[in-house]
């Protein structure tokens, strides 16, 4: 069955501080891979999106790794700010076809 | 702002009712998802539309139904409500970003409130 696990499901940070998030999944065949940010009662918004090839992303203080073979992924927000707090979902997609397979997300909260 | 529309924001209704949620994609997209959001609970799969076809089925109930018109707007139809439907329902449009890889691009959802 494809699925796809989120580790730690909560976390607390300070704000200035690094943090990683993790996921682990079990769809195929892989075709890609996304971290999505999600605000409480907002909708999803895409932070990297990496195919099978690629084993490393960045979009601003947010770097995404891949490792295929042992289909984990990590998400490391460096020097957390306040406005990081939200859900973060990992979603992975098989090939030849669009479906996303969602995660439960971690729930991220900086403290000031 | 994801150029993904939908309406209402919020909307409260009593069990048993029917109620129509709608969306309008980005401009130039031909797909529609569906997705339905409890509370706390990850994001479920619904429903996908194409060009007015539906192409794929998740996890939706015999009493939900969608559709896309021409205009490739969709409309979600629940009915029969249950205090269980009580959800975040989302709609995403996507565009193709690389060879066979599309990016979904989700509205801010309608809060649905089944009392």
């Known amino acids: 069955k494809n699925q796809v696990e989120q580790s730690p499901q909560s976390l607390i940070i300070l704000e200035g501080k690094n943090c990683t998030l993790q996921?682990?999944?079990?769809?195929?065949?892989?075709?890609?891979l996304r971290w999505y940010k999600q605000d409480t009662g907002r909708g999803p918004v895409s932070l990297t999106i990496m195919t099978f090839s690629e084993n490393t992303k960045s979009n601003g203080r947010y770097t995404a790794t891949l490792d295929a073979d042992t289909k984990q992924s990590s998400l490391h927000i460096t020097a957390s700010q306040l406005s990081d707090s939200a859900s973060y979902i990992c979603v992975v997609s098989a090939r030849n076809t669009d479906k996303l397979i969602f995660g439960t997300g971690t729930r991220l909260q900086v403290f000031p | 702002d994801s150029g993904v529309t939908q309406t209402p924001k919020h909307l409260i209704t009593a069990t048993g009712q029917r109620v129509t949620l709608r969306c309008s994609p980005r401009s130039g997209d031909l797909s529609v998802y569906w997705y339905q959001q409890s509370l706390d609970q990850g994001l479920q799969f619904l429903i996908q539309?194409?060009?007015?076809?539906?192409?794929a089925k998740g996890n939706i109930l015999e009493r939900f139904s969608a559709q896309q018109f021409p205009d490739l707007h969709s409309e979600l139809n629940l009915s029969s409500l249950e205090l269980g439907d009580s959800a975040l329902y989302f709609c995403?449009?996507?565009?193709?970003?690389?060879?066979?890889?599309?990016?979904?691009?989700f509205g801010p959802g309608t809060r649905l409130t089944v009392t």
């Open positions: 996921c682990n999944y079990t769809v195929s065949p892989f075709s890609n």
């Open positions: 995403a449009s996507s565009k193709e970003v690389g060879q066979g890889l599309y990016e979904q691009y």
């Open positions: 539309y194409y060009n007015g076809e539906e192409r």
